[in-house]
């Protein structure tokens, strides 16, 4: 297999490509540009069809569009892009449509900086824009991951007919990395009797979300709750590093994740007992990861790039059952794996005397 | 006994929702027509936008896509650059199409997209119940602007079609009325060619149609009609404004 040295947003377009997407529509915003310049380089030559769109809005609806025909589809915007497309990837999962989005993360709010950040896991993981709905969140810490999410985010929307979200961020997305180009894993068939494309042969189909009457407004509801649910249930996916006779665990994601591994290994060579558990899937959180640590751990600190948005969804998956911390940095920073174990020992007082 | 007059196949059985004088049916008809006679009825993707146009998605006897309020077009190009051989046509009001969804509009033409779009102005919000559009005349009384439209603080009409016009991957585009028999035909004759456009693939095509809205606008059907003809027609440039030689020649 072909191993090469790519930037990480050419990465997630050259998973695209291999993963039998056909079209792309976008509007250049950095720190994702890369993802629309390798594509608008690359992806006609293999029959793919990218359009650089008036606007964010444009964009999505552009993907609706495609997605209702049955094809598979691609955007991908930084932060403030992300915000107006909202509307449209409401109406996306509403309409059930398979699309791949992605984010790549930067730091806000408003126009705010290109640097890293996850300061979208509220957005992206509690429905985002209106309505009451989800869409399932990847979140890759390495450049391998970047090709294998991407690869694995078409399918997971084939199979859950849900738009499915890439959110990474702009270290991951400028960072150079070597990287497996792995042949695309062969999917199952998926169920396509609901698109749209003239109804030659069949009844016609309407792909849309109106419904004035609240009886069936309800019925809606509580059908995609059920399917939430299940996604909830089966799609959750996390990796767990030291866990396993930790007495005190970091939680964290994406580039934070990575860098709290070096944090694990520093403290093991300290003699602190210190485990990592990183989210791979954002929504559904991977609650069921906690299970066995929940009455065994001392303590949680979790470590992300934001004034503390999955520490509520960590203290829900402990049920609150120890302390969880956050340690936080913001606005385009990043913390060194040894802040992060000063923080750790600071805050259970693990600092040997003299040594603080 | 023969039968002399039939539903049109391009349209469904359900029956038409519209309030009484709308000119919404007529507008359905003919484009069902057109539909029929060029035999694209299961070629044919529909997009329906937010508003009263949004019903047409039920009245069509063809695929539909049901778009966000302004986003037709931007739904029509993604269907249509994914099936590039099949047949995409939005339907939308003016405040779809030349407010909320301007910036579409116009990019669609300028990049010659081949979809055709069908726009419905009544010079007013007609689902939301009698609101000022862009496109709403000088002087003109809605709920949102009771003292009548002040274009001084308010804007003068939009002339989606003329703003279209001007750009070359338009090569289609028309303005025409359905306030008579004789313009209704010739209304029918625009959204023909418009579709024959899109066949051809020749580039963005399109038919604006002048329409009414009795009940926003409080007036009888007749007397709606008679105000379009001699309060709208005027404002807006008719006829066929855009016919670059390749339409001229199909």
Known sequence: MERVLMKGNEIIGEA?????????FGYPITPSTEVIEYLSANFPRAGGTVLQAEDEIGAINMCYGASCTGARVMTASSSPGISLKQEGISYSAAVELPM?????????????GLGPAQSDYFQSTKGGGHGDYRVITLAPSTAQELYDFTMQAFDLADKHRNPVLILSDGFLGQTMEPVVLKERPKAPEYDKSWIVNGSKGREKRILASYSLTNEIGEKNNLYWEKKYNGIQETE?????????????????????GR????????????????????????????????????????????????TGQMIEDVKLAVECKMPVHLYR????????????????EDKFGLSKEGEA | MEKVFARSKGLTDVPFSFCPGCTHGIIMRLIAEVLEELDIIEDTIGISPVGCAGFSQDFFSCDFIGAAHGR???????????LPDKIVFTYQGDGDIAAIGTQHAIHAAARGEKITSIMVNNAIFGMTGGQMAPTSLEGMKTVTSPYGKDVSTTGYPIDMPTLVANLPGAVYVASVSVDSPKNIAQAKKAIKKAFKVQQAGLGFSLVSLLSTCPTNWNMSPSDSLKWLRE????????????????????
């Open chain 1, 16 to 24: 695209a490509i291999r993963s039998g997407c056909k079209l792309f």
């Open chain 1, 100 to 112: 791949v989005i992605v984010n790549v993360n930067r730091c806000g709010p408003g126009l705010g």
């Open chain 1, 236 to 256: 959750q996916q996390w990796e767990e590093f030291y866990a396993e006779d930790a007495e005190y665990l970091l939680v964290s994601y994406g580039t934070t």
């Open chain 1, 259 to 306: 860098i709290c591994k070096s944090t694990v290994l520093n403290a093991r060579k300290k003699g602190i007992k210190l485990g990592l558990i990183r989210p791979i899937t954002l929504w559904p959180f991977p609650d069921k990861a906690f299970i066995p640590y929940k009455d065994k751990v001392k303590g949680m600190v979790t470590v992300e790039l934001n």
């Open chain 1, 329 to 344: 940095r913001q606005g385009g920073m990043l913390p060194t794996e040894n802040e992060i174990l000063n923080y750790v």
């Open chain 2, 72 to 82: 037709a077009q931007a739904v029509g190009i993604g269907a249509k650059r994914a």
């Open chain 2, 231 to 250: 309060n709208m027609m005027p404002v807006y440039k008719m006829g066929e404004l855009k016919v670059t030689e390749e339409v001229e020649s199909l």
